[in-house]
């Protein structure tokens, strides 16, 4: 068949809207959270999961068996629970109500599509063509791109019939389709392209984000597209018989639903989801309403900005409790945009949220002749810092590579097996039996290597770079005097400051784990799945130019002459935060090493808590003493299956001063960014936190939920059973499709015990609710979110009227809930944002 342009064109039309329903996957070096669901959420929620168990056949709510333990454990309270059944006209009980669902449970029956030989083939060559370097013997022809290339393979490959030469098949990606959709009315198109994408949601939402990322080195060398993975896929499917087309759309009904449509289970979630937020809100201190005159207890010691991520709320309490000490949280990128080079790195990370395109390039460069206060053996030895670093970082590098090299080759394998058999088995085994001490002796040898950001600095300027010294770039390279100015303004006015400490302290966060394919998704969201320590140092080094600082003053900001801007780095698995603070002047030397000090004791209290809640223990019965060595050994233990938490457990987003959530517990289930309603008059720092943040953190939430409610299909099931493939992801078993979410043992104490509580996201703003309307009457996608019950909740605590409670009721109204003479409970009573 000849290939028309106005049939690519049509053909190319119909992949656009079939994708529009699949998310996107990132791969595991750079791990993104995001809602599976995302394609949906034009749609109510209710209707969403059931688009999402008809496409993908994944459920949407959580097990009878999870609410009935909620319900027994008081999580969802029983008046909030009748008030939510009375509404949708629902009389009977809930026992009756538990037993119900738990009886169309039992009933349900779930179909297997007639194609799994087609995954089969497809998922072998998908692997092999998107390998990203793991393969010794990688795929032929990949540069061609996909199709070419398994057009030439295909008829080697026994598990193809009727394809003895590339010429059996059609030349190219776009007459393979014509070929197989001409079959089928035009009409029908976009439900079957959609149909044959949700197959494999993994590997096509990787395709489809591989596809979008314009600095993806190995798109740009292998290509491939939708059109091409969806040509191999029809063809595949014509070649076995398999279904082409699938059966007509579902007409979305979910059972157990009330008489207004609502499903049974989305009103036991409601309930769970207020109970959680009548609780919260009990937590937040409703006197503060000018946060400028709360808390004046004089200058801090130090100022520290940690990320908004919900494990910084646990370290955050006991860093107050040390001292005269602030903190605040503020985006784990730090309002910087930036694709970053580390120096003992060939490659470049995007370190911004992946709704943020990044606007600078940012390399780190070695201090040359600079100590950076590094005083170790290398010092005394007379050798510079960072020709130490190199002659250590190449040894080590060159090693790896020979044994890496000596594993792989067929030749040498072996050989190598015969000599260094006993060595690598010992090693093995004292790994196993004894990986604290094999964590200890490395951190000795870490001691001994000064570190890259002891040696280096990121380059900020633009003039710190030429055209030719640090390879081309499509990003600007550094940035202008007026550029970092506005990055140092907008994280000012966005926390709200208006004083400032000696010390200052951006700290972004990274994991430390072993033997951890989703070592990333434990590190800064915020930055695309990578640590946040390089942009904490990036702004850092902003914040401490002389030219900036005067620029700021100018700008209102009055940045007092002794305060120091540092960066440093929490490490999340173990509750150590390190400080780069090497350049650091004496007269600082002092408050540095009372902070060190500080942090060390905040490190033992949060190590615990974290430790107690990891065994599903209150924190109560934390154990101080054994704290630190206990998550030291799961950051080294490589048979760890749950070294760390992550973001487990979260359930709100609190926007607001820190006063109001400080002395209090939020149980590390709260994303906390800092806001001061006083100082930003027109909205503007609001807007960014509801467009930016807030959409973030929905992302996140909804992954945790979908992954805890079924983690078969929007998770990756047990590590135990996971295998690593091409570097970009994982697959059950020894095939099939991608896993797209997180492991069950990041969200589970025991296979039917979740540790995370699949809710929605609640959100609690402190500001006007008038602002807070503007803003939603301007972004429609955000008002989408709420309207459509992506996120589950939002509260405003009002300043101007003495911190009133309103709740979202859609469509820009609100509820205000107001205290009666005659009963202690609150009652709702409608109004708009347009009331007096």
């Not at 060595?629 to 992550?646: I, L």
């Amino acid at each position: 068949m000849s290939e028309s342009p106005d049939d690519q064109r049509r053909i190319e039309e119909s992949i656009d809207r079939a994708a529009d329903r699949i998310g996107s996957v990132w791969p595991l070096h750079s791990f993104v959270t995001a809602n599976p669901l995302s394609g949906f959420e034009d749609e109510p929620f209710h209707r969403a999961v059931a688009e999402g168990r008809r496409l993908f056949g994944g459920r949407g709510y959580p097990r009878p068996s999870v609410f009935r333990r909620a319900w027994e454990d008081g999580r969802i309270d029983p008046d909030v629970l009748d008030a939510e059944l009375e509404a949708h006209g629902i009389d009977r009980g809930p026992e009756t109500l538990l037993e119900e669902l738990a009886e169309a449970e039992r009933n349900a029956t779930e179909t297997d599509a007639a194609t799994d030989a087609v995954d089969r083939v497809l998922t072998k060559w998908l692997a092999a063509f998107l390998d990203a370097g793991e393969a010794a013997w990688p795929m032929p022809n990949r540069e061609a791109g996909f199709y070419a290339a398994w057009r030439a393979v295909a008829p080697h490959d026994g598990d193809v019939p009727d394809c003895d030469d590339p010429a059996d098949l059609p030349e190219t990606a776009t007459a393979a389709l014509e070929a197989v959709l001409s079959d089928h009315p035009e009409g029908r198109w976009v439900d079957i392209l959609e149909h044959h994408l949700a197959a494999l949601p993994g590997w096509s939402g990787f395709v489809k984000q591989r596809v979008d990322d314009d600095a993806d080195p190995w798109q740009e060398a292998y290509p491939i597209t939708l059109a091409e993975y969806l040509a191999v896929r029809l063809t595949l499917a014509d070649l076995l018989d398999a279904p082409i087309d699938p059966d007509g759309p579902s007409d979305g009904r979910v059972s157990n639903a009330a008489d207004d449509g609502v499903p049974l289970p989305e009103i036991w979630l409601t309930a769970w989801e207020k109970s959680y937020r009548d609780r919260l809100l009990e937590r937040i201190d409703d006197t503060v309403t000018d946060p400028s005159n709360a808390g004046d207890d004089g200058r801090p010691a130090a100022q520290l900005v940690f990320c908004i991520d919900t494990r910084s709320e646990v370290i955050r309490r006991h860093i107050e409790s040390q001292g005269p000490y602030e903190t605040h949280g503020y985006a784990g990128f730090f309002g910087v945009p930036m694709r970053y080079r580390g120096y003992d790195s060939h490659a470049e990370a995007d370190a911004c949220p992946p709704i943020v395109e990044p606007e600078h390039r940012i390399v780190e460069r070695p201090e040359t002749g600079a100590t950076n206060g590094v005083d170790g053996a290398n010092a005394r030895n007379g050798t510079d810092p960072a020709t130490a670093h190199d002659r250590w970082h190449g040894l080590v590098t060159a090693a790896r590579e020979h044994f890496e090299t000596l594993k792989t080759n067929v030749v040498a394998a072996f050989t190598f097996v015969e000599g260094a058999g006993t060595a690598y088995g010992s090693a093995m085994a004292a790994r196993t039996l004894s990986p604290s001490a094999i964590a200890k002796l490395g951190d000795a040898v870490d001691e001994r290597v000064p570190s890259s950001h002891e040696v280096c600095s990121p380059a900020v300027d633009s003039d710190e770079y030429d055209d030719h010294a640090h390879g081309d770039s499509d990003l600007p390279q550094g940035m202008s005097l007026e550029e970092k100015v506005e990055y140092a303004r907008t994280a000012f006015e966005l926390m709200g400051w208006t004083e400032f400490a000696r010390l200052v302290v951006f700290t972004g966060h990274a994991s430390e784990t072993t033997n951890n394919p989703f070592g990333s998704s434990l590190d800064c969201g915020a930055c695309a799945g990578n640590p946040g320590g390089p942009n904490a140092r990036v702004l850092a080094e902003i914040c401490n130019d002389d030219a900036v600082k005067a620029a700021l003053r100018e700008r209102g900001f009055e940045i007092p002459t002794d305060t120091v801007f540092l960066a440093g780095e929490h490490n999340t698995t173990t509750d150590e935060i390190t400080l780069f603070d090497g350049e650091v002047p004496e007269s600082h030397s002092e408050d540095v090493a009372q902070l060190r000090e500080d942090l060390e004791a905040a490190r033992i209290g949060a190590a615990a808590e974290r430790t107690a809640s990891a065994a599903g223990d209150d924190a109560a019965d934390a154990d101080l003493e054994n704290a630190v060595s206990e998550v030291e050994r799961k950051a080294a233990d490589w048979a760890e299956t749950r070294p760390e938490w992550g973001l487990a457990g979260n359930a709100s987003f609190v926007i607001g001063p820190r006063e109001l959530t400080d002395d209090r517990s939020l149980d590390g289930r709260a994303f906390l960014h800092s806001y001061d309603w006083t100082t930003d008059p027109d909205g503007d720092a609001l807007e960014g936190i509801m467009t930016g943040p807030l959409v973030v953190t929905q992302w996140i939430n909804n992954q945790y939920y979908f992954a805890t409610v079924d983690n078969a299909v929007y998770g990756s099931g047990s590590k135990i059973t996971q295998n690593p493939v091409g570097n970009v992801g994982v697959v059950q078993g020894n095939g099939g499709d991608l896993m797209t979410g997180l492991p069950l043992q990041s969200l589970k104490l025991e296979d039917d015990r979740p540790y995370h509580q699949p809710l929605r996201l609640t959100a609690v703003i402190h500001a006007p609710v008038e602002r807070v309307t503007e803003i939603l009457r301007e972004h429609d996608a955000v008002r989408r979110l709420l309207d459509n019950g992506w996120i589950g909740d939002l509260t405003v605590v009002d300043p101007e009227q003495d911190n009133a409670t309103l709740r979202y009721a859609g469509d820009l109204e609100w509820e205000a809930e107001v205290e009666t003479e005659t009963t202690e409970s609150a009652t709702p009573t409608a109004r708009t944002a347009d009331d007096d």
